[in-house]
């Protein structure tokens, strides 16, 4: 009596995804570069060719050597291997990079929900709160932070974050108001199900591809916000290689040294282009809709 | 004899997707004259809608692709058409409903405008939609438009047309707004109306006056209409002929009596006794088993086959032909029924 | 009536006017004191065009809204004043079955947890363990005519048809006596939509109970319902047994429903 089941593998909706991903050749490039990132930042330290540089010993002998097969990218006024110290950097620059992105995401998350679903007076604040945490500049409230705690990772990253969240709580409020329309949020409510069952269980299950596009779409302009504060100097401490410090210790020797700027550069770029890359890739699978 | 108005002979149409290239039309064949309403019926999926867009060449390729077949418009091949000449075929030779009203409008331009432009956009490749021989200067020409679109309003039964081009989309109901765009995909004196679906979305008083309506444009214009529509009901009451699509085959085809009347097809016999009409028992109802078959890996043979209570083992040696099977009146099917139907 | 289930005592419901930048827009009487009665184990048609009042009066008697004015009683009880806990135990004896099966399922869960979940709602009234409820999960989903096999399942990997009977199974969970079934085959092809009615009539039959169908298409409410109410801009214009109104409709408004009706007619 029934229509024969509709006969689909278990995996089929990996599957199928992974074969819309593949159909953009983009997308696939991005995923590559992503890769390769994700690659240096795990076993940067260890797969580079003069750990000893990385671990800050010098080699005055061999100063400002240009780009060579021993050097692929040259070396710097301290006689330290450019690519090896890149290779290095990439864990600090991913890792900040990412823990932005990540802590973002997670007030975004809380402040945009409880606002979406609550509505109403919370609602009003808590957007207002968002949009006055949307004034103030990044750069500066980073400097300010790191003038307060000092600088380190870790205040680092934090003070990143805190202005990085109200983007989340913008776009977790759209995807909550239009997830709580909808007809199996209304199902719910008619079974009688509680406020926190319809939010965890229904509405931000259904929330979560954006966030997830987002992110990806977003890391690759965190570790450029993150470079820019080692560029200023409130980043990480020498001698922990971090791509923006050698960008900046690199300005000093421009142009008669260029190869120090090349490689730290050439990584931003890469880790940039292929974070944005992959995310538009995932936005087209994950989230259709949102394609501009 | 002078060429039909729309001819389909043996159209494929292949659409790849994630588990492989599926055969969605299978050798399509249709023949539209002037002043007849043909009706074209089918569960989702068996090629209908995809049928009428293949007409005005507006499914994509990729994923589509036509490996073969030929579609002509009064002896005009338009499979070979370049783009842009199909693209003024379209509108103006072959007009356009499709089922959701609201998103076909623009919502921030006054239906005036809208209805406007597509005159102007006729006219450009024929001046007489604006009732002249030769285009006039750029004031005249929209003036000209203006009143062309002001009437094609009354036509569709408009209230007080003059005001209502002022309208915006929102302003009008459901009902009114599918009528601006029957008047807009008649406004460019179409030969040939493909609607798909224009009343599904509507009450069913309104529809009855939409389909009102469309039944007066044939007679009044003598324009060929391909209606596309799961309601038997609504072909019963509007359409002079009847087409039973199946998997990308049309199974059944002829005068709309002769079909419903004495249909041949054991598809065309089950679709209508799906269907609850005035006498039918609680409970009595019959459904049809199983599902539309899987279009990149087909039966061979027949596609109704596997559903098929009159199967026999050479339904599935190759796809039934279609023969005669009464007047005007064809089936595609080695077993058709031969008992009236019993109502 | 001998034994009403559902009462609905003069039930107006008007929106209030939208303040917008130009003042206030006037306030939308979608209910004008609408009653009617419901008895235990027939099928009630409820037939109205797009903004008739159908669905409000519908989500009145999930309470996802209330009335105005007037009362709706469920065995004889208001629904408005009962205790919140009373509201809760009655929550899970009236249920309802949405029109698009494509929309109605929370496409990030499988069909366990979706048959499952009104059943953990319900837990308190139902007192039914985890493994309980996936026995009840996988024995709803036979009933249905689907096979337990498809408990791990996500939504998207079932045809309308079988969502709506996933929907139904969904209904059924925690063990309804009344079933607000809205416009359950509008989504649907003939052909399923034939199976679906006829599995809402074996249900019916095997299980006792009351529906109140919601539908615009008169030859589906005259095949499964025993009698039918007509409401039209939030007056209910016409009520009565089934074949009485379709055969001698009373108001003008019936009659020409019945004659708009696109119905197959052979020749003679």
Redesign the interface.
């Known amino acids: 009596?029934?229509?024969?089941?509709?006969s689909?593998p278990?995996n089929?909706?990996l599957?199928?995804m992974l074969?819309?991903f593949r159909q953009s050749r983009l997308s696939m490039i991005g995923a590559v570069m992503v890769a390769l990132v994700l690659l240096f930042a795990v076993f940067g330290p260890v797969l580079a060719p003069y750990p000893e540089h990385v671990a800050g010993g010098v080699d005055t002998a061999a100063r400002f050597q240009p780009p060579s097969p021993a050097h692929p990218f040259g070396t710097n006024e301290l006689g330290q291997d450019v690519l090896s110290l890149t290779m290095a950097g990439t864990t600090v620059s991913v890792l900040a990079g990412f823990g932005v992105v990540l802590i973002g995401a997670v007030i975004g998350t809380v402040v945009g929900a409880v606002a979406g679903y609550v509505g109403g007076w919370t609602d009003e604040v808590l957007m207002r709160f968002t949009d006055l945490t949307l004034t103030i500049p990044g750069l500066i409230l980073a400097m300010a932070i790191a003038a307060a705690l000092g600088p380190g990772f870790q205040n680092m990253v934090l003070a990143i974050s805190l202005s990085w969240w109200p983007g989340y709580a913008r776009l977790v409020r759209g995807e909550v108001l239009a997830a709580r329309e909808?007809?199996?949020v209304?199902?719910?409510?008619?079974?009688?199900?509680?406020p926190g069952?319809i939010l965890f269980?229904?509405v931000l299950?259904?929330c979560v591809s954006p966030i997830i596009v987002k992110m990806s779409l977003d890391m690759g302009f965190a570790i450029l916000t993150v470079a820019g504060l080692g560029f200023i100097g409130i980043g990480v401490r020498p001698p922990t290689p971090e791509w923006g410090t050698l960008l900046s210790n690199a300005r000093s020797y421009m142009p008669d040294y260029w190869w120090t700027a090349m490689a730290p550069g050439a990584a931003m770029f890469v880790a940039v282009f292929g974070f944005n890359l992959l995310g538009d890739g995932l936005r087209d699978i994950l989230d259709p809709k949102g394609r501009r | 004899m002078t060429a039909p108005l729309l001819e389909i002979r043996d159209l494929h149409l292949t659409m790849r997707s994630f588990h492989g290239e599926a055969h969605v039309l299978n050798g399509v064949e249709l023949t539209v004259e002037r002043g007849q309403i043909w009706g074209l019926v089918g569960e989702s999926g068996c090629g209908k809608s995809l049928t009428g867009l293949s007409i005005s060449r507006l499914v994509s390729t990729p994923p589509g692709r036509y490996p073969s077949g030929s579609i002509r418009l009064e002896g005009q091949e338009l499979t070979a058409l370049p783009p842009r000449a199909m693209q003024a075929l379209r509108g103006k030779r072959i007009g356009m409903i499709f089922q959701d009203p609201t998103t076909n409008l623009n919502p921030t331009a006054r239906i005036g405008t809208q209805l406007v432009d597509v005159a102007l956009a006729a006219a450009a490749h024929d001046p007489r939609v604006l009732g002249r021989d030769r285009a006039p200067g750029p004031f005249a020409r929209k003036a000209a438009a203006r009143k062309v679109a002001v009437e094609m309003l009354a036509r569709v039964g408009i209230p007080d047309p003059e005001a209502r081009m002022l309208s915006y989309p929102h302003e009008f109901s459901g009902g009114m707004r599918q009528r601006v765009l029957i008047a807009m995909a008649l406004i460019g004196r179409p030969e040939l109306l493909i609607a798909d679906e224009p009343t599904t979305a509507l009450d069913v008083s309104v529809q009855a006056q939409i389909l009102k309506l469309l039944k007066g444009m044939v007679s009044d214009h003598d324009i060929g209409v391909i209606l596309i529509t799961h309601n038997l009901g609504v072909v019963s009451e509007t359409c002079t002929h009847v087409a039973v699509m199946y998997a990308g085959n049309v199974v059944e085809r002829g005068p709309v009596g002769e079909v419903l009347g004495r249909p041949r097809h054991p598809y065309t016999r089950a679709l209508m006794a799906a269907i609850p009409t005035r006498g039918t028992a609680r409970g009595a109802l019959k459904g049809l088993e199983g599902t539309v078959p899987d279009l990149v890996r087909p039966p061979p043979g027949c596609r109704f086959a596997p559903r098929c209570a009159r199967a026999t083992a050479d339904c599935a040696a190759g796809l039934p032909a279609m023969r005669a099977a009464g007047a005007g009146h064809e089936v595609a099917c080695l077993h058709p029924i031969e008992e009236p139907a019993d109502a | 009536m001998p034994d009403p289930i559902l009462q609905i005592e003069t039930v107006s419901k008007v929106y209030p006017g939208r303040a917008g930048l130009f003042g206030r827009s006037a306030p939308v009487e979608a209910l004008k004191g609408v009653s009617l009665s419901v008895g235990r184990g027939e099928s009630f048609g409820l037939v109205g065009e797009s903004g008739s009042g159908k669905t409000t009066l519908t989500r009145s008697i999930l309470r996802l809204e209330s009335p105005t004015s007037g009362r709706i009683l469920f065995e004889g009880q208001d629904m408005a004043t009962i205790s919140p806990a009373a509201m809760r135990a009655l929550r899970a004896r009236i249920q309802i079955v949405f029109q698009d099966p494509y929309a109605s399922l929370n496409p990030r869960m499988t069909i366990q947890q979706i048959i499952c979940e009104p059943m953990v709602v319900h837990r308190a009234t139902l007192g039914l363990s985890a493994a309980q409820r996936r026995d009840r999960a996988a024995e709803l989903l036979t009933l249905v005519g689907l096979g337990p096999q498809h408990l791990s399942r996500h939504p998207h990997e079932f045809s309308g048809g079988q969502r709506q009977r996933i929907g139904i199974a969904r209904a059924l969970a925690p063990k309804p006596d009344l079933l607000l079934l809205d416009e359950p085959t509008s989504a649907l092809d003939v052909s399923v939509q034939a199976q679906v009615l006829n599995l809402l009539i074996e249900l019916q039959d095997r299980l006792g109970l009351t529906y109140f169908f919601i539908s615009h298409d008169l030859a589906v409410v005259r095949y499964l319902c025993d009698r039918v109410a007509l409401i039209h801009r939030g007056t209910l214009v016409e009520e009565g047994p089934t074949e009485a109104i379709f055969e001698a409709p009373a108001s003008d408004y019936a009659r020409g429903l019945i004659a708009a009706a696109p119905e197959i007619r052979l020749p003679a």
Request: aromatic content about 6%; glycine content about 10%.
């Open positions: 009596m029934t229509d024969v089941p509709v689909a278990r089929e909706g599957a199928r074969y819309r909808e007809v199996y209304t199902a719910a409510r008619a079974t009688g199900a509680g069952r269980r229904h299950p259904n």
